[in-house]
C-alpha cells in the first residue's frame, strides 16, 4: 500500500475512532470524585494491617506483590532478550584484536567537575530511596534507576574507563539475577510457615521506623538491586554493541 | 466539560500516537510515537482515579482519614511505566541490530517478509 | 504435593530456574543448560497435571498474600482462579514447551545459554495466564508472554528478515496490549475493582451503557489481536516465518489461543450479564468475525510456499474456527473449544517441528525449492501426512470431537451454517499441507508456482547438517501428532469438556465462589451426541482435501479444468498485496477493525 493509501485508511478508521471514544467516555465518572471500593478500602487499611505509611508501594509490594513480580520478570525477560540480540555472531570474537573505545572525552571542566559531584550524591540519594519504600514516595524501582543512571553522569564527566570499569563489573549479572529470582525466593519461603505465596511473613516492626512493614522493606531492596544490575548490563550490552560495529567499520 | 478534559486528552494522544506509527518513515520514530501511545493511557488511569481536593497517600504526616487520591491507579501505573520502558528498550535494540544488518531504518526498504 | 504448593510454584518454579540459568550462563556448557531446562519444564508438566486432577471436579481460588477477600465481597489481594479449563491450557503449555526444549536439544545455534531461560519464562507466564483470576494480572502475564515471545521470534540475527518478523510482530501486539489497558481503566472507573468476580457482580445485569460496550470493545480487541483474527492477524505470518521451530510450536500452538481463552474468561465472568439482552446479536456479530478469519486464513493458506507461513496461516484459519467455538455464546460450545484447542495445539505443534526437520536436513524451507528433496524421509512424510488429517479433523483424532460440538452447540442456537465454514478452513489447510507433502516427500508433479515469500529465511537454525534425523527432534514431533491421536480416544472427553465449560460459564455461581466463599457446585456430565454427521462431513473435507492436493499436483497432467487450482496457489493479489510487511498498514488494519467492530457494538449492542 502506499504512504496515501496507507493515510487515507487510518483517517477512516480514525472518523470511527474518535466518536467512539466520546461517546464512550461521556459516561466516565467526572473527573476528580473517583468512585470504587478498592481504592477506598486500602487507604482505610493499609497503615494499620502493613504499618507502612506509603500506600501506593504496599500496594506493589504487598497487596498486589504477584504483579509486580511479573512486572520485574518483564524487566528481566527484556534484557535477556537485549543480551540475545546483541550476542557475538560466530566468528566475530575469535582472536580479533580488541576496539577500543577512547579512554576519556574532551569535556569542559563545568560538566566534569559537576558531573563528578553528582555522581556520588546520586548513590546516596538512590540508596535512600531504595531504602525507604515502604515510608517515603519511591522504592525499589525509582531507587533502582537512580543508581543505574550513576555510571552515565560518570561517562558524562568525561571518564569512560570508569564507566567501563563500572558497567563490565561481574556483579552486575549476580544483581540482576540475584534479584529477580530472590523475589520468587522471597514468595516461596512465605510458604514455608504453611502460608500462601508472597505473604509477609517478617516482623511488621514500628510504623514510621526504617526496617518495618516486614517483606515490604526486603522486597523493595531487591527490586531495586535488580533494576540496577539490569540497567548496568543492558549498558554493558550497548558497549560491546558499539565496541562491535566499530570493529567493522575498521575492516 | 472540563472535568472531562483529561479524558478527552487521553483520547487525542492516543490517536495521534496511533497515526504517528502509521505514516512513520523510521523505525526509531515508530518506536517513539508507541511511547507515546502509552503515555495516553498513563493520563486516562490517573484522571481516573484524582479526587478534587485529596492529598497523595502517603500517611507518614497525614492522619488515616484524610481524603487521598487513589494509590491503586498509580500503582497500575508505575507498573505501567516498567512494562513500557521495556518493550522500548527490546524494540530499540531490534532497530540498531537492523540498521547493522540492512543498512536501513525505513520500514518501507525493509520490507523482506511479505504476501 | 498439596495443590495449594503446586499452584503458586507452577508459576515461581520455571522463573526461578530461568533466573538460576542466566547467572551462570558463562560458566555451564550447553548440554547442562539444556538438560536444566528440560528438567524444569518436565517438572513443570507434572505440576501441571497435579493441579488439572486437583480441580478436575470443582475450581480451587488461591489468595496470594494470604489477602482473602473482605466482608462484603471487596477483593483487596489477586487471585488464582484454577479450573479444569485453565488447568487443562497450562498442561498444554507446559508440554509443548518441552517438546520444544527436546528438539533444540545440543543441534539448535548457539545462543550463549540465553534460549532456554527465555524459553521457561514464557512457559511460566502462559501458565499463569491460564490461572489467573484478575484483570490487571491477566494484563502483566500477557505482557511477559509478549516480551518473550518478541526476543524469542528475533533470535536470528545475522538476517535483516527475522528482525522486521520481530519487529512487525512487536508494534502490532504493544499496540493491542495498550488498547486492553485503557479498557481495563475503564471498567475500574466504572465499578472500582480488577477482580474478574467484583467487577462481573457489580455490573450485575444492568444494560450496558457506552462506557462498557467500550470497555468491552478495547478489550476484546486486543486479545483478539494476540489471537490474530482478522484483521488483527497481519503479524502472525511475518513473526512464523521468522522464528526457530521450537518457538512457533509455541506461538501456534498455545498462544494464539490463549487469546481467545482471554476473550471468553472475560466475557463469562464480566459482560455476560450486561450483555445478556443482546446475546444475539452479539453471536452473529463474534460468527461472522469468526467466518471472515477462516476463510482469508485458508485461502491464504493455499497461496503461500513458505512452509512455515503456510503453516500460519493455517493457524489463523483455525483460530477463527476456535473464535466460532467461543462466540456461540454456549456452554457446549466452549467445551468443543477447548478440545479442539487440545488437539489442534499438539498437532499444530508437531508440523512445525516436521517443517523444522526439513530446514535441518535441506537448510531450505520454500516449497519450491525443496521439490523431491524430501525423498527418502518416510518418517517425517508419515508425520506430515497425519498432521495434515489431523487439521482435517478427521475420526481418530480430537478435532473431531471439538467440532462437532461446536457444530452441534451452532445447531441449537440456530446457526448451523458455520459448519460449513469448518468444512472450507479444514478443505483448504489440509489440502495445502497434503500439497507440500506430495510435491517435498514424494516429488510428484511440477514444482510449486516461485513466490517471493518462499525465498525468505533460508539460513539454517542449526549448527550442523546430518544424512539422519537426530532422534531428539524426531520423537518430540512423534510424540506431538500422537497425542493429538491420543485426546480423542479419553474416554467421556466431550461430556466432561461440557461440563467443565459448564462451570465456567456460570459467572454468578463463580462470584460467590472467589468473593463469599462458597463451595464449589460440581459440574454436571452432560449426555454426549452421537458423532455420525461429523464423522460424515469431515470425511468429506479430508477427501476434498486429498483432491485439492492432487488437483494441484498433478494439473499438467489432469484435465485443464484443473486450472483453477493454479489461480487458488497464486492467492488473490489484492490480499497478497495488503500483506505488506509494513508495520504501518498493519497498524492501520487494526485501527480500522476496531472502529468497526466498535461500529458494530455500538449499533446492535447499545
Same mark, same amino acid.
Not at chain 1, 67 to 82: H, K, N, R
Not at chain 1, 134 to 139: A, D, H, K, R, S
Not at chain 1, 165 to 190: H, R
Not at chain 3, 325 to 334: E, Q, Y
Given at each position: 500500500m502506499s504512504s496515501r493509501q496507507r493515510t487515507t485508511l487510518f483517517l477512516i478508521a480514525v472518523a470511527g475512532l474518535a466518536p467512539l471514544f466520546a461517546w464512550g467516555f461521556r459516561n466516565l465518572p467526572p473527573m476528580g470524585d473517583y468512585r470504587g471500593p478498592y481504592g477506598y478500602a486500602v487507604t482505610q487499611v493499609a497503615v494499620?494491617?502493613?504499618?507502612?505509611?506509603?500506600?501506593?508501594?504496599?500496594?506493589?509490594?504487598?497487596?498486589?506483590?504477584?504483579?509486580?513480580?511479573?512486572?520485574?520478570?518483564?524487566?528481566?525477560?527484556?534484557?535477556?532478550?537485549?543480551?540475545?540480540?546483541?550476542?557475538?555472531?560466530?566468528?566475530?570474537?575469535?582472536?580479533?584484536?580488541?576496539?577500543?573505545?577512547?579512554?576519556?572525552?574532551?569535556?569542559?571542566?563545568?560538566?566534569?567537575?559537576?558531573?563528578?559531584?553528582?555522581?556520588?550524591?546520586?548513590?546516596?540519594?538512590?540508596?535512600?530511596?531504595?531504602?525507604?519504600?515502604?515510608?517515603?514516595?519511591?522504592?525499589?524501582?525509582?531507587?533502582?534507576?537512580?543508581?543505574?543512571?550513576?555510571?552515565?553522569?560518570?561517562?558524562?564527566?568525561?571518564?569512560?574507563?570508569?564507566?567501563?570499569?563500572?558497567?563490565?563489573?561481574?556483579?552486575?549479572?549476580?544483581?540482576?539475577?540475584?534479584?529477580?529470582?530472590?523475589?520468587?525466593?522471597?514468595?516461596?519461603?512465605?510458604?514455608?510457615?504453611?502460608?500462601?505465596?508472597?505473604?509477609?511473613?517478617?516482623?511488621?516492626?514500628?510504623?514510621?521506623?526504617?526496617?518495618?512493614?516486614?517483606?515490604?522493606?526486603?522486597?523493595?531492596?531487591?527490586?531495586?538491586?535488580?533494576?540496577?544490575?539490569?540497567?548496568?548490563?543492558?549498558?554493558?550490552?550497548?558497549?560491546?554493541?558499539?565496541?562491535?560495529?566499530?570493529?567493522?567499520?575498521?575492516? | 466539560m472540563l472535568n472531562y478534559l483529561a479524558y478527552a486528552v487521553a483520547a487525542w494522544v492516543f490517536l495521534w500516537g496511533l497515526y504517528g506509527i502509521v505514516t512513520s518513515k523510521n523505525l526509531v520514530h515508530q518506536v517513539v510515537c508507541l511511547a507515546i501511545l502509552q503515555t495516553s493511557t498513563y493520563v486516562l488511569l490517573l484522571a481516573i482515579g484524582f479526587k478534587i481536593g485529596g492529598t497523595a497517600p502517603i500517611f507518614a504526616d497525614i492522619p488515616v482519614g484524610t481524603p487521598v #487520591?487513589?494509590?491503586? *491507579?498509580? $500503582? @497500575?501505573? &508505575?507498573?505501567? !511505566? =516498567? #512494562?513500557?520502558?521495556? *518493550?522500548? $528498550? @527490546?524494540? &530499540?535494540?531490534? !532497530? =540498531?541490530k537492523a540498521n547493522e544488518v540492512a543498512g536501513t531504518v525505513d520500514p518501507e526498504e525493509l520490507r523482506i517478509l511479505m504476501g | 504435593m498439596s495443590l495449594t504448593t503446586a499452584i503458586p510454584f507452577c508459576v515461581a518454579l520455571p522463573l526461578i530456574i530461568a533466573a538460576l540459568l542466566a547467572l551462570v550462563s558463562r560458566w555451564i556448557g550447553r548440554r547442562v543448560c539444556d538438560s536444566l531446562a528440560i528438567a524444569a519444564a518436565a517438572c513443570n508438566v507434572l505440576l501441571a497435571l497435579v493441579i488439572l486432577r486437583g480441580v478436575w471436579s470443582h475450581p480451587l481460588i488461591y489468595w496470594f498474600g494470604n489477602w482473602w477477600p473482605r466482608p462484603g465481597g471487596v477483593a483487596l489481594g489477586i487471585c488464582f482462579n484454577v479450573d479444569a479449563v485453565g488447568a487443562a491450557l497450562a498442561v498444554l503449555t507446559a508440554t509443548l514447551t518441552l517438546a520444544g526444549l527436546i528438539y533444540s536439544w545440543k543441534i539448535f545455534e548457539d545462543t550463549e545459554n540465553h534460549f532456554q531461560p527465555l524459553m521457561l519464562i514464557f512457559m511460566a507466564a502462559m501458565c499463569g495466564f491460564s490461572y489467573t483470576g484478575d484483570l490487571f494480572n491477566l494484563f502483566v502475564f500477557f505482557e511477559l508472554m509478549s516480551v518473550s515471545a518478541f526476543a524469542l521470534c528475533g533470535l536470528k540475527t545475522l538476517e535483516p528478515a527475522p528482525l522486521q518478523g520481530a519487529f512487525n510482530f512487536a508494534i502490532v501486539n504493544t499496540v493491542g496490549a495498550f488498547m486492553i489497558v485503557m479498557g481495563i481503566g475503564l471498567l475500574y472507573a466504572r465499578t472500582g475493582a480488577l477482580n474478574f468476580a467484583q467487577v462481573g457482580r457489580s455490573l450485575g445485569r444492568t444494560p450496558a451503557d457506552a462506557l462498557v460496550l467500550l470497555a468491552f470493545l478495547l478489550i476484546a480487541v486486543g486479545y483478539m489481536t494476540k489471537a490474530a483474527i482478522v484483521p488483527f492477524h497481519f503479524w502472525l505470518a511475518d513473526a512464523h516465518a521468522v522464528a526457530p521451530s521450537p518457538v512457533c510450536v509455541l506461538f501456534s500452538g498455545v498462544m494464539v489461543e490463549l487469546g481467545l481463552y482471554a476473550v471468553a474468561r472475560i466475557y463469562w465472568t464480566i459482560f455476560s450479564g450486561?450483555?445478556?439482552?443482546?446475546?444475539?446479536?452479539?453471536?452473529?456479530?463474534?460468527?461472522?468475525?469468526?467466518?471472515?478469519?477462516?476463510?482469508?486464513?485458508?485461502?491464504?493458506?493455499?497461496?503461500?510456499?513458505?512452509?512455515?507461513?503456510?503453516?500460519?496461516?493455517?493457524?489463523?484459519?483455525?483460530?477463527?474456527?476456535?473464535?466460532?467455538?467461543?462466540?456461540?455464546?454456549?456452554?457446549?460450545?466452549?467445551?468443543?473449544?477447548?478440545?479442539?484447542?487440545?488437539?489442534?495445539?499438539?498437532?499444530?505443534?508437531?508440523?512445525?517441528?516436521?517443517?523444522?526437520?526439513?530446514?535441518?536436513?535441506?537448510?531450505?524451507?520454500?516449497?519450491?525449492?525443496?521439490?523431491?528433496?524430501?525423498?527418502?524421509?518416510?518418517?517425517?512424510?508419515?508425520?506430515?501426512?497425519?498432521?495434515?488429517?489431523?487439521?482435517?479433523?478427521?475420526?481418530?483424532?480430537?478435532?473431531?470431537?471439538?467440532?462437532?460440538?461446536?457444530?452441534?452447540?451452532?445447531k441449537s442456537v440456530q446457526q448451523s451454517w458455520i459448519a460449513y465454514a469448518f468444512v472450507f478452513a479444514e478443505v483448504f489447510t489440509a489440502g495445502a499441507v497434503l500439497r507440500a507433502t506430495f510435491r517435498i516427500f514424494f516429488g510428484w508433479g511440477e514444482p510449486a508456482p516461485t513466490d517471493k515469500s518462499s525465498r525468505v529465511e533460508e539460513k539454517p537454525e542449526t549448527e550442523e547438517t546430518r544424512q539422519r534425523t537426530p532422534a531428539a527432534m524426531f520423537l518430540p514431533t512423534a510424540a506431538l501428532i500422537l497425542l493429538g491421536i491420543a485426546i480423542g480416544a479419553v474416554p467421556q472427553l466431550r461430556g466432561t469438556a461440557e461440563g467443565a465449560a459448564g462451570v465456567f460459564v456460570d459467572s454468578s455461581h463463580y462470584a460467590q465462589m472467589v468473593l463469599d466463599n462458597a463451595a464449589p457446585a460440581p459440574p454436571r456430565k452432560a449426555p454426549e451426541e452421537p458423532l455420525t454427521s461429523s464423522i460424515v462431513r469431515s470425511s468429506v473435507a479430508g477427501a476434498l482435501a486429498l483432491a485439492l492436493a492432487l488437483g494441484s499436483v498433478f494439473r499438467k497432467k489432469l484435465a485443464p479444468a484443473l486450472n483453477f487450482t493454479r489461480s487458488l496457489e497464486l492467492g488473490n493479489s489484492a490480499l497478497r498485496a495488503a500483506h505488506s510487511g509494513h508495520p504501518g498498514d498493519y497498524v492501520a488494519w487494526q485501527s480500522l477493525g476496531m472502529a468497526a467492530i466498535g461500529g458494530l457494538f455500538a449499533w446492535l449492542l447499545h
Open positions: 494499620y494491617e502493613r504499618h507502612a505509611t506509603d500506600v501506593v508501594n504496599a500496594i506493589n509490594y504487598d497487596y498486589r506483590g504477584f504483579d509486580t513480580l511479573g512486572e520485574e520478570f518483564i524487566l528481566f525477560a527484556s534484557i535477556l532478550g537485549v543480551l540475545l540480540l546483541f550476542r557475538p555472531s560466530g566468528d566475530d570474537h575469535k582472536g580479533k584484536k580488541q576496539a577500543q573505545v577512547e579512554d576519556a572525552l574532551p569535556v569542559s571542566d563545568t560538566l566534569r567537575v559537576g558531573m563528578q559531584a553528582m555522581a556520588g550524591t546520586m548513590v546516596i540519594f538512590g540508596l535512600y530511596i531504595a531504602a525507604h519504600g515502604q515510608l517515603t514516595p519511591g522504592g525499589g524501582f525509582q531507587g533502582g534507576v537512580i543508581l543505574a543512571t550513576v555510571p552515565l553522569v560518570v561517562y558524562l564527566s568525561g571518564d569512560v574507563k570508569t564507566f567501563e570499569a563500572i558497567v563490565s563489573n561481574p556483579l552486575t549479572k549476580l544483581a540482576e539475577c540475584g534479584g529477580a529470582g530472590g523475589y520468587a525466593i522471597i514468595g516461596a519461603l512465605a510458604m514455608l510457615g504453611g502460608a500462601h505465596f508472597l505473604t509477609n511473613f517478617l516482623p511488621l516492626g514500628q510504623t514510621g521506623d526504617l526496617f518495618s512493614s516486614g517483606t515490604i522493606a526486603v522486597i523493595s531492596v531487591t527490586v531495586g538491586v535488580e533494576v540496577t544490575g539490569g540497567f548496568l548490563v543492558l549498558m554493558r550490552s550497548y558497549l560491546r554493541e558499539i565496541i562491535e560495529e566499530r570493529l567493522q567499520g575498521e575492516e | #487520591v487513589d494509590p491503586l *491507579v498509580q $500503582a @497500575l501505573m &508505575l507498573t505501567d !511505566v =516498567v #512494562v513500557e520502558a521495556t *518493550v522500548a $528498550a @527490546l524494540l &530499540l535494540s531490534m !532497530v =540498531v | 450486561t450483555l445478556a439482552a443482546h446475546e444475539g446479536q452479539l453471536r452473529e456479530i463474534l460468527l461472522m468475525l469468526a467466518t471472515l478469519c477462516a476463510v482469508v486464513g485458508g485461502l491464504m493458506c493455499y497461496a503461500e510456499h513458505h512452509l512455515k507461513r503456510l503453516l500460519a496461516f493455517s493457524t489463523i484459519s483455525h483460530a477463527g474456527l476456535m473464535l466460532a467455538g467461543i462466540g456461540l455464546l454456549t456452554p457446549k460450545a466452549l467445551g468443543g473449544f477447548l478440545i479442539y484447542v487440545l488437539s489442534h495445539g499438539t498437532i499444530k505443534g508437531g508440523l512445525f517441528l516436521s517443517a523444522g526437520i526439513l530446514l535441518h536436513r535441506h537448510q531450505k524451507i520454500g516449497e519450491d525449492h525443496l521439490h523431491g528433496c524430501g525423498r527418502g524421509m518416510w518418517w517425517t512424510a508419515a508425520l506430515f501426512v497425519i498432521g495434515a488429517f489431523g487439521l482435517a479433523g478427521i475420526l481418530p483424532f480430537g478435532t473431531l470431537l471439538g467440532e462437532s460440538m461446536i457444530s452441534e452447540a451452532a
